[in-house]
């Protein structure tokens, strides 16, 4: 744990002089939140690559920076693409930028991505507010020697997604006319995607979305005492009984569609946080 403080602390240094106003809201952009991030009035993008011990985004559709400035007046800091644990990274890699918007004085966190819609009841590109979620990765980013300084050893995830955070979201989702859901996000580690037989046992367990990311960030968020709202655009339609190949362009049009959405949605819940 004293490697990661040392690797946090680098990273801080590096980071500070680049910063004009210190960030109280962190956002980490999943796929299709280019139009969002376009309204972030920016101090600074910086390149994964350059800041010290960050991993290097492997997707594709990822842009890979950290991007500091305001939306609304409000100081924030953007993560344009995240990690994923099936490009090869530790749990630990994962959410290393969580820790360092922690050590940055970031209290809320906004995490969004695509999902698998497995409720009958969803629609491509419907906006899932997340209430709950189920780690289905077979790891766990808390594991090994606990640092006090960064988090409690056993963190309580009884609302691992905070309750005035979904109510505040659904009400601002509401006043736009934008549709939303509230459900259960279970992570998978991927990259491939489930079988009917797994879609049919992550749905009787009782998730509505089924994604490769979120779940480690909000454990990590959550040990480190930060307010979590979870945001998932449901990208591909994951019914057994009438299950489709994939195709990834698809799935791309879809997450920009539902990107668009959350573009309206997001400053207008960052306004009243």
């Known amino acids: 744990m004293q490697e990661l403080v040392e ?9 500070k002089p680049q910063i004009q106003q210190m960030p109280r809201i962190g956002l980490i ?3 299709g939140l280019g139009d969002f991030s376009q309204q972030i009035k920016r101090d600074a993008s910086i390149a994964y690559e350059s800041i010290p011990h960050f991993p290097h985004s492997t997707v594709e559709s990822h842009a890979g920076q950290l991007v500091f400035g305001t939306l609304n007046e409000t100081p924030i800091i953007a993560m ?3 990690f994923h644990y099936y490009e090869g990274y530790s749990m630990k890699e994962v959410t290393f930028p969580v820790r360092v918007m922690q050590a940055l004085g970031v209290e809320t966190l906004i995490i969004t991505n695509a999902s698998g819609g497995m ?9 899932m507010i997340i209430e709950d979620q189920i780690n289905l990765m077979g ?42 859901q509230t459900g259960v996000f279970v992570a998978v580690a991927g990259p491939n995607l489930e079988t009917r037989a797994e879609y049919r046992m992550l749905r009787l367990m009782g998730a509505d979305c089924v994604g490769m990311s979120t779940v480690p960030e909000c454990i990590v968020a959550n040990h480190a005492s930060m307010k979590v709202l979870g945001l998932s655009v449901v990208t591909d339609l ?26 309206r949605l997001i400053p207008q819940i960052i306004d009243q946080i």
């Open 7 to 15: 690797k946090i602390n680098d990273a801080i240094e590096y980071l």
């Open 29 to 31: 952009l999943g796929t």
């Open 80 to 82: 344009e693409g995240r």
């Open 119 to 127: 409720n009958p009841q969803y629609h491509l590109a419907d906006i």
């Open 139 to 180: 790891d766990n980013p808390l594991r090994g020697i606990n640092d006090d300084h960064l988090g409690v050893r056993f963190p309580d995830m009884s609302t691992p997604y905070d309750r005035d955070l979904i109510n505040l979201a659904e009400q601002k989702a509401l006043e736009l006319q934008i549709r939303t």
């Open 238 to 263: 994951c019914l057994p009984d009438a299950l489709e190949p994939v195709d990834i362009s698809k799935i791309l049009k879809v997450a920009a569609e539902g990107g668009q959405k959350l573009a």
